[in-house]
Nanobody
Framework: VQLQASGGGLVQTGGSLRLSCTASGQTTSVNHFSWFRQAPGKERAFVAAVRWRGSPTYYADSVRGRFTISRDNAKDTVYLRMNNLQPEDTATYYC????????????????WGQGTQVTVSS
């Protein structure tokens, strides 16, 4: 499975962005798609996840209520809508697929896309 992330950019505090992650290859075996982020000097952290077939979504406490993860199975694409962005949301965002067990752990994913930079100015 190959993942291609896009949609990052520079936005002011309170603004919005939508990230996209398009998958190619054998997506039929994927269970979850997720977004992680990594700020300079920090570890890569879980942001949100969605089951590829089914409805459950999962969010980090820091983004719940502001970010929404969704999927379009027909397009093999997962989205992350980010509203009310804050400077602390500044990071490189990565999409990931096919967790082994713990969807919240970056070590559990088999596939990663390249990062897309999100910068929120104050």
């Amino acid at each position: 499975v190959q993942l291609q992330a896009s949609g990052g950019g520079l936005v002011q505090t309170g603004g919005s962005l939508r990230l996209s992650c398009t998958a190619s290859g054998q997506t039929t075996s994927v269970n979850h798609f997720s977004w992680f982020r990594q700020a300079p000097g920090k570890e890569r952290a879980f942001v949100a996840a969605v089951r590829w077939r089914g409805s459950p979504t999962y969010y980090a406490d820091s983004v719940r209520g502001r970010f929404t993860i969704s999927r379009d199975n027909a397009k093999d694409t997962v989205y992350l809508r980010m509203n009310n962005l804050q400077p602390e949301d500044t990071a490189t965002y990565y999409c990931a697929a096919d967790s082994k067990s713990d969807i919240y752990s970056r070590y559990e994913y088999n596939y990663w896309g390249q990062g897309t930079q999100v910068t929120v100015s104050s």
